[in-house]
């Protein structure tokens, strides 16, 4: 099953968690109106960028996973 966490953080944005084992797992995916949905790169990615990005959407904490 996937399942999916959608956050708003402006009225030109849309972010999620994509394709995990629970909803607060799985890739990150930013959305383009243009293009439609775009992953993350993991490249310079860190647990803190993890932990802003899990607490905006809602999550006491957050981590990367390789």
């Known amino acids: 099953m996937i399942y999916h966490v959608f956050f708003f953080y402006n009225s ?3 972010v999620r968690l ?3 084992k ?3 797992h799985g890739r990150v995916e930013v959305y383009n109106d243009r293009t439609g949905w775009g992953t993350i790169c993991n490249v310079g990615w860190s647990n803190a960028d993890a932990v802003v990005f899990c607490r905006q959407l809602g999550f006491a904490d957050g981590q990367t996973h390789p």
């Open 12 to 14: 030109d944005s849309l």
């Open 18 to 20: 994509n394709d995990g």
């Open 22 to 24: 629970s909803d607060a």
